[in-house]
């Protein structure tokens, strides 16, 4: 099986890399706007072709017809995005478009597995979010997911692809610095102290709530959708959203101190940031995942065995 | 006040221009792929430019910093986008996201009165769509509204202009030639026979539903939104479900044979369209338009003053 996965460079694209090229069955293209690297490690590593590519200009020469499925991770994130409207614009909708116009003439009907994110909710949310809440971004990031969501749903109805759009939940703990978004802290609260650092979290109130994944449950998650029936969910609504579970900062702390020991927790610092917090209060906290479980996705167990797979992971 | 109309050749386009060119508050700007006319016996035909341009090359031609407001109604109806889908791609999203860049840029804050249409919604659909219903287009020509109207809920929220779309009722009676829409009977099965034509109405269900609104109620609903307050509806969510009435097969019977004499029945015959009826039967059929309402928007009073209305303006 041909995969083909843009974005490749990031870090869930190396991640979900790394796990295709332990299995002899597949052969993977990675692409990037720089030249992604092929995962240490790997079993099989000879099964990879990294090319640095533009889909701006150069989806064309990343497809061929051996492709199976496709992986669109390429995308600037939220802040990017929100920073440089023109670049969020061009490389999140634009890029997405030429690579969707370059499967159907080149191999229609493929599979593509299109990464949305919660962030295509806005408000106003009820406390729990189910399918059937319009997604109402506010965020330019946000706005461009739904956009490409529509060419999926369309696409796919169309029969020029095989569409599946999957919302990404908060992924925590992501490896890696801290970056300048809202979320940052919530992986940086556990991974930083868990590194013998300091990490501010920018909100003093210890019920508030992340809708999280781990990287592991969701690249079981990935692969999963590599095999969901075509007609698992209708020809003109592809999107999934992606089981997550919700965490307190307490909560948070609690698998810090159950996984590290007490003593990391001195090394968090809760300071309020105004600027961030209503961003941080804007973003869905539960989701109604009744249709995402009933299709096979998994759900982390709890944020506990999160940290520990992650502590764990440190060590390999 | 000077108002750009796009797609000016068209019907809407045609109405509204004849409307604004009878007041002299206003200078308007007609732009049409073909030159578009100026309607004929206006009050202040003197304040009509004409210009004849291709949005997807020439938007900033017909943008300028004078600019107070403007309807956008270019596209591709919906069977012409769903007969060809790239050309339905570019004019119903690429040349609308030039118009906006082109607005961004050279009149910044300015009017955009987007015309979307009910034809974003498809199944599955409850009896009364309301508008916290997800809209999933089952046509392209429907995905191409939602992209546009996604893109003015993002341009208006960051402040690049003040969008309002209106999504259209199916309009009726409509002037002119029976056309290759689905929708064509629900003019043509009252226009034809007061011309004294045959009609053939393509479902053999006398409680067939549809959502109407009449050319004379659009028009005072479009003028009603030169002037709503910007902030009446929230910054990214700027969709309006125009108020339209609920009409039977028979109900529209019974509206022409009380404006139109009960000979005129004799010219409609009923005959089942097997390709058409799955189309019809998708659409929604009744909508709860409370917030438009509250907004001032109007409805028609009954559907039998809609065929009274048309009946007037031929004689004129």
């Keep these: 099986m041909h995969v083909l996965i ?7 694209g190396q991640l979900l890399a790394k796990e ?3 299995d002899p069955a597949y052969r993977v293209t990675l692409t990037d706007i720089h030249q992604p690297p092929i995962p240490a490690g790997v079993r099989y590593p000879q099964s990879a072709t990294a090319i640095k590519a533009d889909l701006l200009t150069g989806a064309r020469d990343v497809v061929n017809p051996s492709l ?15 920073a440089n409207f023109d670049l969020g614009m061009s490389v999140n909708i634009d890029a997405t478009r030429n690579l969707l116009e370059a499967l159907r003439h080149t191999c229609p009907g493929v599979r593509v597995i299109y990464s949305s994110s919660q962030a295509v909710y806005g408000q106003p949310l009820p406390e729990i979010v189910t399918d059937s809440v319009i997604p109402t971004p506010e965020s330019s990031y946000g706005a461009e997911k739904i956009v490409c969501e529509t060419l999926v749903n369309e696409y796919t109805r169309r029969n020029f692809i095989t569409g599946f759009t999957l919302r990404f939940p908060t992924i925590s703990v992501r490896p890696g610095a801290p970056t300048a978004a809202a979320s940052s802290f919530l992986s940086g609260m556990i991974r930083e102290p868990l590194d013998g650092k300091k990490c501010v979290i920018p909100i003093e109130d210890r019920q508030f709530k992340s809708w999280l994944c781990s990287p592991k449950t969701l690249v079981e998650n990935l692969l999963l959708t590599l095999r969901l029936p075509a007609d698992s969910v209708p020809p003109h609504i592809r999107q999934i959203n992606v089981p997550g ?20 927790l001195a090394l968090l610092t809760e300071k309020e940031d105004p600027a961030l917090v209503p961003i941080l209060k804007s973003w869905p906290t539960q989701f109604d ?12 167990e709890s944020f506990e065995q999160t940290v520990r797979d992650y502590k764990e992971s440190l060590s390999q």
């Design 6 to 12: 843009t974005g490749a460079a990031g870090f869930i």
């Design 20 to 22: 295709l090229l332990n």
């Design 68 to 82: 199976d499925a496709v992986y669109a991770f390429h995308g600037i994130m939220s802040s990017g995005s929100e």
């Design 245 to 264: 579970i919700c965490v307190t900062v307490q909560g948070m702390m609690d698998a810090l101190e159950a996984v590290g020991g007490a003593d990391k």
């Design 289 to 300: 995942n009744t249709q995402a479980i009933s299709l096979g996705f998994k759900r982390d």
